[in-house]
């Protein structure tokens, strides 16, 4: 059975990394056994609290998913992105009935202009898959893009980017982004997280990059 309808006839799907059109047989987001990302675990930051995933494939397949991920909503991909990380989730971390997700918010202009906020959607769908609960809880009080600056300015922009909306108290929490960059916003966010009472904050993502994205 595939996943086929209407519009893929007019718009037949295409791999996400390569371009090429699929076979009937293949399914979004990529084209069957050629692009495929090698996912390889990291742990890394203070006390080796982060953990990443990321492609070691030299023109990263990982790199092109979350790209797409970012500009449009397409369910195929994000189903397979977040399929992908429960499964990782689920082999690598511990996860408590009452772990709950978390996402690193999108500013408002990004959301607006794109119409999505990537990492929210990603992790509803990893909370759903994993059973456990996914928390609205940060808001992006909105700051300069962080791709526009240097590492230095990226520090002080995320400052008092962020703010905490719901209680976190003794909650242990995954935190998720799509991408880390410096590790600045994220880190921020994990202190806010702390710092409101949360009992454990691991951050997660699918990308780890030096600031091509
Ligand atoms: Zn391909």
Same mark, same amino acid.
């Given at each position: 059975m595939t996943d086929m309808n209407i519009l893929d006839l007019i718009y037949p799907p295409k791999c996400v990394h390569c371009g090429s059109i699929l076979r009937e047989k293949e399914i979004e987001p &990529?084209? %069957? #056994?050629?692009?495929?990302? !090698?996912?390889?675990f990291e742990k890394f930051g203070i006390n080796d609290n982060y953990l990443a995933y990321y492609d070691k494939n030299a023109n990263s397949v990982a790199r092109s998913m979350v790209l797409k991920a !970012?500009? +449009?909503?397409?369910s195929r991909l994000y189903r397979y992105l $977040? %399929?992908?990380? $429960?499964e990782l989730i689920a082999s690598r971390?511990?996860?408590y009935n009452d772990t709950v997700i978390v996402n690193v918010p999108r500013s408002k202009k990004k959301k607006r202009e794109? #119409?999505?906020d990537q990492a929210e959607? &990603? +992790?509803?769908l990893i909370a759903k898959k994993l059973k456990i609960q996914y928390a609205n809880v940060l808001i992006? !009080? #909105?700051n300069t893009q962080q791709k526009l600056l240097n590492a230095q300015e990226r520090i002080e922009n995320v400052e008092n980017a962020y703010e905490i909306k719901n209680n976190v108290t003794g909650k242990n929490i995954i935190l998720f982004d799509d991408v880390i960059t410096t590790g $600045?916003?994220?880190?921020?966010?994990r202190e806010l997280l702390l710092h409101f009472g949360a009992k454990d904050v691991t951050i997660f993502s699918i990308c780890r990059t030096k600031g091509e994205y």
């Open positions: &990529l084209c %069957d #056994g050629i692009c495929f990302p !090698k996912w390889v !970012k500009n +449009s909503y397409n $977040a %399929d992908e990380m $429960a971390m511990r996860v794109t #119409g999505i959607r &990603l +992790s509803k992006h !009080k #909105g $600045a916003t994220i880190n921020k966010c």
